[in-house]
């Protein structure tokens, strides 16, 4: 009988804290106007000082292992997307698995591919299962961008926020998990990148760097692809998809995947006017926010995608 991965349960955090466009418009030369118009943004949420990746990755994890109604020491991998580790080592996944109290020794891993590490680590996870290699996996996304971007660049520290999502999915005979889709491109290095603190660094280089414009062209356009490629790969014409869970980096990238889909953008879940880019964690957070507000329901067939840094992106098609 063949194995699936389904999602047993689901789960987020915000920090409390809110910066809004005004907010930044006081530091650097911009306006709620401009950020609203060309992002979608209008506000972001910040991290406290005591808050990190870990710890933020906690709190959702513990919602969706309530969710799916099991015991921290049934999970059989916990894979952690970040680019905003706690520590360089052990991973965040580590870090993770002692906060949760995991005492079985499940092997415990980061993935990093920047705004896409979900896709990527919930590919991976789907492997896993499917393999039958473990039954029980807590995919997780979380990123704590407001300590990586420069906040007196205002092409940049417009677009970040922080926060965690979490997807605990188990083995199933039904499915669950139709495909997974996850592509790299090298060439695309220095378009959007993070210096590495280990290599020696003057201070304007320790913080994202990235020529936004030229980004947001090769995402629309691969974003279109993958997308079209999805829906091939699985025999699937667009009316067929009931919700668009998209990476959310730029209004307009997402309202031109919505439209290559010819999908209205209420079957499109944004979160991206509250949050902003959380990274690897929009994903995971936007999922969770449907599930619980009751838009996403079961049986219905969901195509997420995300697209970032590398260049690396993505896609997943869930019956959910
Ligand atoms: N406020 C006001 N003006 C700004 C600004 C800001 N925050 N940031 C840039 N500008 C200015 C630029 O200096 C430029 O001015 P100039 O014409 O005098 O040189 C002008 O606005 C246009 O800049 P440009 O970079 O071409 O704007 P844009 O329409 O491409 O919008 C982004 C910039 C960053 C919002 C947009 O390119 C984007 O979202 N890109 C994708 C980024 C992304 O998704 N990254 C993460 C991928 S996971």
């Given at each position: 009988?063949?194995?699936?991965?389904?999602?047993?349960?689901?789960?987020?955090?915000?920090?409390?804290?809110?910066?809004?466009?005004?907010?930044i418009a006081a530091q650097v030369d911009t306006s709620d106007e401009w950020i609203v118009e060309r992002t979608g943004i209008r506000s972001r949420r910040i991290a406290g000082p005591d808050e990190s990746a870990s710890s933020m990755a906690e709190?959702?994890?513990?919602?969706?292992?309530?969710?799916?109604?099991?015991?921290?020491?049934?999970?059989?991998?916990?894979?952690?997307?970040?680019?905003?580790?706690?520590?360089?080592?052990?991973?965040?996944?580590?870090?993770?698995?002692?906060?949760?109290?995991?005492?079985?020794?499940?092997?415990?891993?980061?993935?990093?591919?920047?705004?896409?590490?979900?896709?990527?680590?919930?590919?991976?996870?789907?492997?896993?299962?499917?393999?039958?290699?473990?039954?029980?996996?807590?995919?997780?996304?979380?990123?704590?961008?407001?300590?990586?971007?420069?906040?007196?660049?205002?092409?940049?520290?417009?677009?970040?926020?922080?926060?965690?999502?979490?997807?605990?999915?188990?083995?199933?005979?039904?499915?669950?998990?139709?495909?997974?889709?996850?592509?790299?491109?090298?060439?695309?290095?220095?378009?959007?990148?993070?210096?590495?603190?280990?290599?020696?660094?003057?201070?304007?280089?320790?913080?994202?760097?990235?020529?936004?414009?030229?980004?947001?062209?090769?995402?629309?356009?691969?974003?279109?692809?993958?997308?079209?490629?999805?829906?091939?790969?699985?025999?699937?014409?667009?009316?067929?998809?009931?919700?668009?869970?998209?990476?959310?980096?730029?209004?307009?990238?997402?309202?031109?995947?919505?439209?290559?889909?010819?999908?209205?953008?209420?079957?499109?879940?944004?979160?991206?006017?509250?949050?902003?880019?959380?990274?690897?964690?929009?994903?995971?957070?936007?999922?969770?926010?449907?599930?619980?507000?009751?838009?996403i329901q079961r049986g219905q067939t969901v195509l997420m995608e995300a697209f970032g840094s590398g260049f690396a992106w993505g896609s997943a098609l869930i019956r959910y």
């Amino acid at each position: 009988m063949s194995r699936f991965a389904r999602i047993a349960g689901t789960g987020g955090y915000l920090p409390d804290r809110v910066r809004t466009n005004d907010d930044i418009a006081a530091q650097v030369d911009t306006s709620d106007e401009w950020i609203v118009e060309r992002t979608g943004i209008r506000s972001r949420r910040i991290a406290g000082p005591d808050e990190s990746a870990s710890s933020m990755a906690e709190i959702a994890s513990r919602q969706a292992i309530e969710a799916a109604g099991i015991a921290p020491d049934d999970i059989d991998l916990i894979i952690v997307a970040t680019s905003s580790p706690d520590r360089v080592f052990p991973s965040t996944a580590c870090l993770l698995q002692q906060r949760l109290n995991v005492r079985n020794c499940c092997p415990a891993f980061d993935v990093q591919a920047a705004c896409s590490g979900f896709i990527f680590a919930f590919s991976i996870a789907d492997q896993y299962i499917r393999s039958g290699n473990a039954r029980r996996v807590l995919v997780v996304g979380s990123e704590l961008n407001s300590r990586l971007v420069d906040w007196t660049d205002r092409a940049t520290c417009i677009l970040f926020g922080d926060g965690a999502g979490a997807v605990l999915l188990e083995a199933s005979d039904e499915p669950g998990v139709l495909s997974t889709h996850i592509n790299s491109d090298g060439q695309y290095r220095d378009l959007l990148y993070l210096p590495n603190a280990s290599v020696s660094l003057d201070d304007e280089k320790r913080f994202i760097q990235m020529q936004g414009n030229e980004v947001f062209k090769v995402a629309v356009n691969t974003l279109g692809k993958i997308v079209d490629d999805t829906l091939a790969a699985n025999h699937l014409n667009q009316s067929e998809i009931d919700w668009l869970v998209p990476h959310q980096a730029n209004i307009r990238i997402i309202m031109a995947t919505a439209k290559k889909l010819k999908m209205p953008m209420e079957r499109v879940v944004c979160t991206i006017e509250t949050q902003g880019n959380t990274s690897s964690a929009s994903v995971p957070l936007a999922l969770n926010e449907a599930i619980r507000d009751g838009r996403i329901q079961r049986g219905q067939t969901v195509l997420m995608e995300a697209f970032g840094s590398g260049f690396a992106w993505g896609s997943a098609l869930i019956r959910y």
